[in-house]
T-cell receptor, first 118, second 112 residues
Framework: DTAVSQTPKYLVTQMGNDKSIKCEQN?????MYWYKQDSKKFLKIMFS???????INETVPNRFSPKSPDKAHLNLHINSLELGDSAVYFC?????????????????FGPGTRLTVT | AQSVTQPDIHITVSEGASLELRCNYS??????LFWYVQSPGQGLQLLLK??????LVQGIKGFEAEFKRSQSSFNLRKPSVHWSDAAEYFC??????????FGGGTRLMVKP
């Protein structure tokens, strides 16, 4: 009955490789997010999708490409991995959109994927 | 632009002692405020939230937080800390576009 799940939990790969992280939520939410947490625990939004459409795209290298096959899934594909991509990546979801709704900001997080690039 | 500051990077308290974690935010409108907890190797769990109304909000695990508009603060409190509360705590503010802006986190350590 996991609400937001991510696979894999750990990912170790070499520079230059291409890798994907998958995220699924069974909460019925229509908005999903990717966050990056660096080694100092700082959390930063990367992308947000609502009903399979991109609504937030922060300053992220275009080597990162999110893909949402349906509103329950948001995958993150990373090309040409670099050492600086090493981090923990979190998927999250929330219900609804619009800044007038507090509930639209109430986000539920997955367990994270620790990516190590060597 | 919105921002969240958690002034204390680390806090150590004795088990059974009271706890207060500070959070200050900068946001032009009425904020939506959240506290999350991250245990080692885990994801973020929502502790409590403030949308409107009563400025003292109750959350899970015995935590509460008080919204003080005049001080732009949303401090987290617990009257008696348990060893299992040792974790990283994040304050966040919700803003336009459904984004959450997080503070830098406060690591809580609990002494036996």
């Amino acid at each position: 009955d996991t609400a937001v799940s991510q696979t894999p939990k750990y990912l170790v790969t070499q520079m230059g490789n291409d890798k994907s992280i998958k995220c699924e939520q069974n909460l019925g939410h229509d908005t999903m997010y990717w966050y990056k947490q660096d080694s100092k625990k700082f959390l930063k939004i990367m992308f947000s999708y609502n009903n399979k459409e991109l609504i937030i795209n922060e300053t992220v290298p275009n080597r990162f490409s999110p893909k949402s096959p349906d509103k329950a899934h948001l995958n993150l594909h990373i090309n040409s991995l670099e050492l600086g991509d090493s981090a923990v990546y979190f998927c999250a979801s929330s219900q609804g959109t619009g800044s007038t709704s507090g509930r639209a900001h109430e986000q539920y997080f997955g367990p994270g994927t620790r990516l190590t690039v060597t | 632009a919105q921002s969240v500051t958690q002034p204390d990077i680390h806090i150590t308290v004795s088990e059974g002692a009271s706890l207060e974690l500070r959070c200050n935010y900068s946001y032009g409108a009425t904020p939506y405020l959240f506290w999350y907890v991250q245990s080692p190797g885990q994801g973020l769990q929502l502790l409590l939230k403030y949308f409107s109304g009563d400025t003292l909000v109750q959350g899970i695990k015995g935590f509460e937080a008080e919204f003080k508009r005049s001080q732009s603060s949303f401090n987290l409190r617990k009257p008696s800390v348990h060893w299992s509360d040792a974790a990283e705590y994040f304050c966040a503010v919700g803003n336009a576009g459904n984004m959450l802006t997080f503070g830098g986190g406060t690591r809580l350590m609990v002494k036996p």
